[in-house]
């Protein structure tokens, strides 16, 4: 089982900079692609970006495409997304995901992964 842990989190003004960073640890294990979702109070958690590692393609929500992005490291098994002129639509709690298995980029965008972080606060004041 793969288990997943984000960190960089926190409180960061409008137009600010901020990097998250997700490890993954576990016996025996690889990832197709990693990811990240975010869920904003009172609303459904929604997809970031991902990464496959075959090819190294990222994806990002329109959202935030211009200002994040995604990069990892498949020997450390680590992903990282950077995130730049945040604002504060941005705030919600960031979690990592990860596919251990091949499946379509549209599973991945809907969120059909096997494993997930616990999540990191992002805050944006304005």
């Known amino acids: 089982q793969v288990q997943l842990v984000e960190s960089g989190g926190g409180l960061v003004q409008a137009g600010d900079s901020l990097g998250l960073s997700c490890a993954a640890s576990g016996r025996a294990f690889s990832t197709y692609a990693m990811a990240w979702f975010r869920q904003a109070p009172g609303k459904e958690r929604e997809f970031v970006a991902a990464?496959?590692?075959?090819?190294?393609?990222?994806y990002y929500a329109d959202s935030v495409k211009g200002r994040f992005t995604i990069s990892g490291d498949n020997a450390k098994n680590t992903e990282y997304l950077q995130m730049s002129k945040l604002k504060p639509e941005d705030t919600a709690v960031y979690y990592c995901a990860a596919a251990t298995s091949r499946r379509a980029i549209s599973s991945i965008l809907q969120g059909t992964l096997d494993a997930w972080g616990q999540g990191t606060l992002v805050t944006v004041s304005s």
């Open positions: 990464l496959k590692w075959d090819g190294l393609r990222t």
